[in-house]
């Protein structure tokens, strides 16, 4: 109980014995003075009950005095006449006593079964608050602001930040800063010892510092700082605060070990994707480079004596494969580049039909009399792009298209502006693919289902990806209502096409006239 | 393609094979080059160094030089600059995949022409033959009438016909023609067309380039999204298709 808790109690005993002593005062000419005793007696009793021991013993030796006072014979002086009023004056001390005691007892009980109903109910929200964050700087910022508020404290939280230091997770940042509060913070952390009064206090350190650790591995500090005059923290206050940190350090050790399996997890995925695509690699490589190596020692065992028509099978094996594997080696490399993350792409104002032009020569000998028409809106002016990278995505698409659709069905390459974007589609009629398969076409190293007959390690629309994103694109496919599939292309134009000047109109051809 | 040995031998004057002098560090790259040019009828010279290499030019008097962009001891630029300091013999670069800006440089510091690795034969022997005609041309009068398929280039009377009809050209789109047909067969970099056409002032202004090579290819091939005849070498310049040996 406070100071001014036991005055006030001090006050109430005096107040009950002076009502007790005026109803005295009324009824003393109708009772026996020894009948005055038991309305005393009862005044000691309530203050018993209201103020606890010590003024209920002072009420009682003001009731003594009082009564011998007032009533008791001969009255106005504090002598005795009668040798049994002394009796009556020690039975109203023990009363006062035992009473007193007993009540006060009975107070306490009641509020330490209060306070540890308080604290088992805020550990109880704080674990069920913790028991639903998913990282560490939600879990602290819970704790700090349920810890803060039970115990009217500022509340903060720091984490290791990788580099020996801390930094602030949640919380007030004032608490842990500036010096020597960091260092109080970082101290706490490397040493896993709690810091700050009741704990060793470093000079000049104003807060609390505690570890909250499991075993020996701390994973975060939490830091207090009591309001500017407030009493240190009592033996009741800082059990609460211990059950309130073991918890947090509990949840974030979950937290810890939850990200711990979640990247376990992911690494084990990266590995098992890493070898996959080394033996599909390996394997693509080996295929090419199997039927070049057998056909050229075909060659060379036979000498002069294989017929014409084997020989040039042979020769144009090797080099259909060679070919083949080129591209191959080439798409790793472009891919391993993207992927590098280098920013490469030179725009410049380029011809669409130009660069379309470009890619189509480029696979004359895949394409052979496979019809491509090439429909471009008319005037379609200069669009901002890297030539060099633009021609791969387009040769890429189309080889694609021909790859996936039957021989004899037409590609077809549409080029507009819409929305001050280039939109480019590339369109077959071949058997498109699955539903569901529009984003992961684009995957490295992803081969459609309808995709294992063809050849191909699956890079092509991946690096298409990877350069219009670089050209800042987007790029998707689709299936076409009447069979087969359409990839779009758009990138956004920025800024106007520069200026060509016309010049003076068709100039006459000199000399003679056809 | 198979082009009679002395077809492509027969541009040395002396009537003695042409002398190649390859320069690359390749063991492979090497004997492969002198099987397929010996079986045309050339004579090979082989430098395994930068520092052989410009030796070599001085001393074998080649006809042609292929010349390997990454050397272990000095960059190919380099001894392509150091032999362009006192010789014209026609030098044609072998580079690796995805080098346009060296294969501009190449080509802006004096190399005829490039060939990207892995490349076929006739690839690099086309490629050759146009240095090697170009070379012998030097010092002859340049001819008044190119002939390029269907096209025909009438240089003294500035007349341009496509099978026989007139075709009417703006003065830039006739300097443009005119200057991819005196090097038909070569590639010509953006900046020496830009130079050429518009003057020294324009040469980084790529998208006049663009602009009139598409009014030209609208005006003189049959379908100007496949282009025939003004062929685009993406990332480096434009080359004229060789139609027939001029």
Known sequence: MSRSGKRTGYAGSVAIVGVTTLAAAVLHTHVEPSDLTMLYLLSVVICAIAFGRGPAVAAALL?????????????FTFRVSESHYLVTFAVMLVVAVVTGTLT????DQREKVLLRETRLASLHRLSHDLAVRGSASEVLAAAVGRIGDVLGVSAAASLPDGRGGVTLAAGDASVVGPEPERAAVVSAMLHARALGAPYGVPAGVRGVHLPLATGARVNAVLSLRAPEGAPPFDSERLEMLRAFTNLTALALERCRLTDEARAVQTRVEAEQARSALLSSVSHDLRTPLAAIAGAASALRDAGGGLEPDARRE??????????????????LLEMTRLESGAPRVRKEWHSLEEVIGSSLTLLEPELGDRRVRVALAPALPLIPLDDVLFEQVVRNLVENANKYSPPGKPIEIRASIEDGNLRLEILDEGAGFAAGEEARLFEKFYRGSRAAAAPGVGLGLAICRGIVEAHGGTIEAANRPEGGARFTVRVPIEGAPPAVEDEPPVEPIAGDSV | MATPAAADSETRTSGAPAVVLVVDDEHAIRRFLRAGLESQGYRIVEATSGEEGIAQAATCAPDVILLDLGLPDIDGLAVLRRIREWSQTPIVVLTAREQERDKVEALDGGADDYVTKPFSMPELLA???????HRARVGREAATVIDSGPLRIDLAKRRVTLGGAVVSLTPIEYRLLTTLARHAGRVLTHKFLLGEVWGPAYTSQHHYLRVYMAQLRNKIEPDPGRPRLLMTETGVGYRMAETEDA
Do not use: C
Not at chain 1, 63 to 75: E, H, Q, T
Not at chain 1, 314 to 330: F, K, P, S, Y
């Open chain 1, 63 to 75: 009731s003594v005095a009082l009564f011998d006072f007032l009533y008791v014979p001969p009255r």
């Open chain 1, 104 to 107: 006060a007892h009975v107070r």
């Open chain 1, 314 to 331: 042979l020769v144009e094996t090797i080099a259909q494969e060679a070919h083949r594997l080129n591209r191959l080696i080439g798409n």
């Open chain 2, 127 to 133: 490629r050759m033959r146009v240095g090697l005609r």
